[in-house]
């Protein structure tokens, strides 16, 4: 077994703060903080060091932590092929997602995997697209639903095996008496002096239409911010704006908002994309919901 207080040298490396990184563990700091020490005087070596209210790895501690990442690699093709040899599937199988991942492709892929393998224990866990792969690293999910983006260093660093999973359209929402309610498909240029409600900056669903807007030449004007779907539509309805809804979210129904297509040439869409530890992705376990997940992908676009 691979030394476990590597897991939180790797932590701490990703969260920058030893109560950061023992929270997303679901440890006590003090706890964290003690195997941390215990594990440099074994070694003889200083790992972390001061850095103004937060801590650093030192020159040696990050190379211990390129190590235990690939050691994880390693690991995790051990169990795969291990794993492998076994006749009926069973064990825990986390899958995590932001939220309309959770709604649209885990939920429906867990209650198959429950019905198809018995001795598996799928579980969901909501997890937005920034916290996503340290969960995986951290072992918290052993499968990850993501949106990419102009990030395949990133997901190389944290050796991840990415498969692409489902290319998702975005839709507008709008109120009943808006004159895009009675097009059949409405261009994302056309919406460039609308009021829209979305989320703030760093959450998901700004960073997505942002990214839509400025490829056709714009920055979309938000005048009211949320996240949650139900708020979202809420304010919608009520006429304070538009929204931008993936094709797979599933909106909260009202009778005073309607869900247009977006047509034209630059239609945005999201590539959403599986991702799992590098190594794991042939755990039967592992292999069995990724190959469920894209089960009901397929579903979904049919």
């Known amino acids: 077994m691979i030394d476990p207080r590597l897991q939180l040298l790797i932590a701490v490396s990703e969260y920058g703060t030893v109560t950061?990184?023992?929270?997303?563990?679901?440890?006590?700091?003090s706890g964290v903080s003690k195997q941390l020490k215990e594990l440099a005087a074994e070694?003889?070596?200083?790992?972390?060091?001061?850095?103004?209210?937060r801590v650093r790895l030192t020159e040696a501690g990050n190379r211990l932590v390129d190590h235990a990442r690939t050691m994880?690699?390693?690991?995790?093709?051990?169990?795969?092929?291990?794993?492998?040899?076994?006749?009926?599937?069973?064990?825990?199988?986390?899958?995590?997602?932001?939220?309309t991942a959770v709604s649209a492709l885990i939920a429906p892929t867990i209650r198959v995997l429950r019905a198809k393998h018995p001795g598996l224990t799928p579980t969901a866990h909501e997890i937005y697209s920034n916290d996503l792969l340290r969960s995986l690293e951290s072992g918290v999910i052993d499968v990850g639903i993501y949106v990419a983006g102009e990030d395949a260093c990133y997901l190389d660093q944290h050796l991840v095996t990415v498969t692409d999973l489902i290319d998702d359209?975005?839709?507008?929402?709008?109120?009943?008496?808006?004159?895009?309610?009675?097009?059949?498909?409405?261009?994302?240029?056309?919406?460039?002096?609308?009021?829209?409600?979305?989320?703030?900056?760093?959450?998901?669903?700004?960073?997505?239409?942002?990214?839509?807007?400025?490829a056709v030449g714009y920055s979309p004007r938000v005048t009211h911010f949320a996240q949650e779907l139900t708020a979202i539509t809420a304010?919608?309805?009520?006429?304070?704006?538009?929204?931008?809804?993936?094709?797979?979210?599933?909106?909260?129904?009202?009778?005073?908002?309607?869900?247009?297509?977006?047509?034209?040439?630059?239609?945005?869409?999201?590539?959403?994309?599986?991702?799992?530890?590098?190594?794991?992705?042939?755990?039967?376990?592992?292999?069995?919901?990724?190959?469920?997940?894209?089960?009901?992908?397929?579903s979904l676009t049919a």
């Open 20 to 29: 950061a990184a023992a929270e997303a563990l679901y440890r006590s700091p």
């Open 43 to 53: 070694l003889d070596i200083d790992l972390l060091e001061r850095h103004g209210r």
């Open 72 to 99: 994880n690699a390693q690991w995790e093709a051990a169990l795969s092929d291990t794993a492998a040899a076994a006749r009926q599937l069973c064990g825990p199988v986390p899958l995590g997602g932001f939220p």
């Open 169 to 214: 359209p975005i839709d507008l929402l709008v109120p009943t008496g808006h004159p895009f309610a009675q097009l059949e498909g409405v261009t994302l240029e056309d919406a460039s002096e609308e009021e829209w409600v979305s989320g703030r900056r760093h959450q998901d669903s700004y960073i997505e239409l942002l990214a839509a807007t400025r």
């Open 235 to 298: 304010l919608v309805a009520q006429g304070l704006g538009i929204t931008a809804v993936p094709r797979i979210a599933t909106t909260v129904p009202h009778p005073h908002t309607v869900r247009v297509p977006l047509s034209g040439n630059n239609v945005p869409q999201r590539k959403i994309v599986i991702c799992t530890r590098r190594g794991a992705e042939t755990n039967p376990r592992i292999a069995a919901a990724a190959e469920e997940l894209r089960s009901t992908a397929t």
